[in-house]
T-cell receptor
Framework: AQSVTQLDSQVPVFEEAPVELRCNYSSSVSVYLFWYVQYPNQGLQLLLKYLSGSTLVKGINGFEAEFNKSQTSFHLRKPSVHISDTAEYFCAVSLYGGSQGNLIFGKGTKLSVKP | GAGVSQTPSNKVTEKGKYVELRCDPISGHTALYWYRQSLGQGPEFLIYFQGTGAADDSGLPNDRFFAVRPEGSVSTLKIQRTERGDSAVYLC????????????FGSGTRLTVV
């Protein structure tokens, strides 16, 4: 069975600083990998996804993530954060090549950007 | 519609009561997913519809939970004999295909059982 671990429940950072949100997964089979963002009182929005090909994936709002198969990681990064990036970020996996997209989510990381 | 719409946005009910939560997916999307997000947790899968049929209901926690999608569009999640532990945000998502490559979430319904 797959599982997802987000190592940090909260990450405070100053505006314009770089940030990395960590995600590790466990699976005996290949998976698709996703990062979703949840702004206060809103639904989840897809930031980026890794399906295949290049291990460096670029998403919206300047975020990127790198798939590392040997480390079973999919860390999310942004070189310079803004106040508006304050939100909760969820890493998720689904079964590679599956017929449906059931996602296994991590518990989330709350990013707090301070001026 | 432009996005996935969920109604109501908030629902407070008494323990033991019956509730219905509605999801209106993006027009033309055949795949529809329900998730439950408890406080401090990530969303947990409940059920997946492809068209009118429930293709996978393995995430429904018990027989008090039931969902329908009679015309392949709007879906209703039904909870009987609500318990305080059912308090959570219920999220709906839809996709054009099976949803394997990601999907669009609604804003959720916050259910509080008192």
């Amino acid at each position: 069975a797959q599982s997802v671990t987000q190592l940090d429940s909260q990450v405070p950072v100053f505006e314009e600083a770089p940030v990395e949100l960590r995600c590790n997964y466990s699976s005996s089979v290949s998976v698709y990998l996703f990062w979703y963002v949840q702004y206060p009182n809103q639904g989840l929005q897809l930031l980026l996804k890794y399906l295949s090909g290049s291990t460096l994936v670029k998403g919206i709002n300047g975020f990127e993530a790198e798939f590392n198969k040997s480390q079973t990681s999919f860390h999310l990064r942004k070189p310079s954060v803004h106040i508006s990036d304050t939100a909760e970020y969820f890493c998720a996996v689904s079964l590679y090549g599956g017929s449906q997209g059931n996602l296994i989510f991590g518990k989330g990381t709350k990013l707090s950007v301070k001026p | 519609g432009a996005g996935v719409s969920q109604t109501p946005s908030n629902k407070v009910t008494e323990k033991g009561k019956y509730v219905e939560l509605r999801c209106d997916p993006i027009s033309g999307h055949t795949a529809l997913y329900w998730y439950r997000q408890s406080l401090g947790q990530g969303p947990e899968f409940l059920i997946y519809f492809q068209g009118t049929g429930a293709a996978d209901d393995s995430g429904l926690p018990n027989d008090r939970f039931f969902a329908v999608r009679p015309e392949g569009s709007v879906s209703t999640l039904k909870i009987q004999r609500t318990e305080r532990g059912d308090s959570a945000v219920y999220l709906c998502a839809s996709s054009l295909d099976s949803g394997v490559y990601g999907y669009t979430f609604g804003s959720g319904t916050r259910l509080t059982v008192v």
